[in-house]
């Protein structure tokens, strides 16, 4: 497994640098991410559009929805508009939440195989082609997986040494497409 | 200037040649890896490249056989600058197709030495199939390795494989005295043989070719580049890998159906050639130039962007045309 780890606020911050306005989620891995009992998660009672454990976290200002796939071993983060605040943290459970999280790393790490090398990879997620981005933001609902439809994508890698997200253009795009994609079938 | 080379002077120019020799082992090391990089961008894949520097038995040889031709005095001077093989690389293609394809590659590239220098061609009288291409390495690079100049061979499999039994019994002896009558035969057999297994790779080339350009899902650059084909009409030059890196890392599923959203293949090329004139960047290869007719759509060109101000050297030298065309059309807007 890589020991190099990145933050929620990392992940949110990829989507601030790429633009919210041309992308409206990220996917990476759960085995990427460092330190979840501080990150702030709040779980939330409902479960998305997609029948998965979902999270609140704030940074910069700025809410987000996290919802768990851990039968493929992602995570997907996006920008969001909570129509009511979620104050459920009372309801938080350590044991819940580890457990989740705990078994989308270890998905995570079966899934990436001789790939786990390759470093820290993210997939943005950006509008249907021929279509706008409201599908994806400032809904009071998460937005549904946008599967079956040709849509924009765009490829990330993390530079450790930068600390910030750059384009990847590297052999890996075909196999980060059927493997970091949430919702890839 | 004397008459021919003596045995002493072909001798001295052997002993010399020796000294010589990892010069041109160098050449042809770094030819072949610069014809590996163009091949590999523009989307060529199956071929067998063998380099070397020429034997000195086999200049001997050479020497021997065409003493009348030359001079010694400017042998002494550069070997090199009359005997132009003495770095090779030779280009194996599995169909007529494939190997034209590679001599458009190899004719175009940076390193093509500006000399007269007639190149064999395919289907001459001879029987010989072949096309020869100089290259020069270029004076970037060290000392000792710069300004050689490397014969590049580029042939199909199967007359590769007639040129050589060809050479061995006619061409060293022109009148072909040395072969039998049986051996003539076995080699017209061979050659009959052999142009109908160029003919067989030709059409299984022109059917992969069709069915790579149908599938759904283009996963490497030569399955983009036999899709746009198929739907332009004639072949893609300029850095396909490039092209395909870039759509890959934008496009989720990237099809033909998928790219024909933003417009017909052929009018997307034809939108971004137009453009590209306008930016005083005409005769640009048409791989760059569907990229910046895609770039017209208004979906596609924030992704652009992005690759253009954050790509650093990511996508190599189309990330750097695509900056280049971006300041020619921002100075253009002031």
């Keep these: 497994m890589s020991s190099r780890k990145i933050k929620l606020s990392d992940i949110a911050g990829a989507l601030r640098k790429f633009g919210r306005e041309n992308f409206h989620a990220i996917d990476v891995f759960a085995d990427d991410v460092l330190d979840w009992d501080s990150a702030g998660l709040i779980p939330l009672s409902s479960t998305s559009a997609y029948g998965h454990e979902c999270y609140r976290f704030d940074d910069h200002g700025e809410s987000f929805l996290l919802t768990l796939f851990p039968d493929k071993g992602v995570l997907r983060v996006q920008a969001h508009e909570f129509s009511t605040p979620s104050l459920n943290r009372a309801a938080a459970s350590t044991a819940l939440l580890g457990a989740g999280l705990g078994t989308a790393a270890g998905i995570a790490v079966s899934r990436k195989g001789e790939h786990f090398a390759a470093g820290i990879l993210g997939m943005l997620i950006g509008a249907a082609i021929g279509a706008g981005m409201d599908s994806g933001r400032n809904a009071s609902t998460p937005p549904s997986p946008v599967s079956g439809r040709p849509h924009f994508v765009f490829s990330l890698a993390f530079d450790q040494h930068a600390g910030e997200w750059k384009p990847y253009s590297g052999g890996l795009i075909p196999w980060m497409k059927k493997t970091l994609l949430a919702d890839a079938s | ?334």
């Design chain 2, 1 to 334: 200037m004397s008459n021919g080379l003596t045995d002493p002077q072909i001798e001295r120019l052997i002993l010399r040649y020796r000294f010589e020799l990892a010069r041109y082992e160098q050449a042809a090391l770094h030819t072949a890896a610069e014809l590996r990089q163009a091949l590999r961008s523009a989307a060529i894949s199956r071929y067998l490249l063998a380099f070397r520097a020429k034997h000195p038995d086999g200049l001997r040889e050479k020497l021997e056989r065409k003493r009348s031709a030359y001079a010694y005095e400017e042998l002494e001077i550069d070997l090199n600058s009359r005997i132009k093989d003495l770095s090779g690389c030779r280009l194996l293609a599995y169909s007529s197709e494939d190997a034209e394809r590679i001599v458009e590659v190899v004719e175009k590239h940076h390193w093509r030495a500006k000399l007269d220098f007639p190149s064999k061609s395919f289907g001459e009288p001879s029987r010989y199939k072949a096309v020869h291409i100089l290259l020069v390495t270029p004076d970037t690079m060290p000392q000792s390795v710069a300004d050689a100049l490397c014969e590049v061979q580029v042939t199909t499999l199967a007359a590769h494989l007639f040129n050589e039994l060809e050479h061995d019994l006619i061409y060293k002896e022109p009148d072909g005295a040395g072969a039998s009558d049986a051996e003539h035969e076995h080699l017209n057999q061979l050659f009959g043989v052999l142009q109908q297994a160029d003919r067989i790779a030709s059409k299984l080339h022109s059917e992969r070719k069709r069915a790579m350009a149908h599938s759904e899902l283009l996963e490497s650059a030569e399955q983009l580049q036999a899709a746009l084909e198929g739907s332009i009409g004639r072949q893609l030059d300029g850095d396909l890998e490039a092209l395909y890196a870039i759509l890959s890392s934008v496009l989720r599923d990237l099809t033909l159906p998928v790219l024909e959203a933003f417009g017909r293949a052929d009018d997307v090329l034809a939108k971004g050639r137009q453009a590209l004139e306008k930016l005083g960047l005409p005769d640009q290869e048409n791989a760059f130039a569907y990229l910046w007719g895609l770039r017209a759509n208004e979906q596609f060109r924030p992704l652009l962007s992005i690759i253009e101000e954050q790509s650093g050297d990511a996508f190599g030298a189309m990330g750097e045309l695509l900056r280049k065309a971006r300041n020619a059309s921002a100075h253009n807007e002031q």
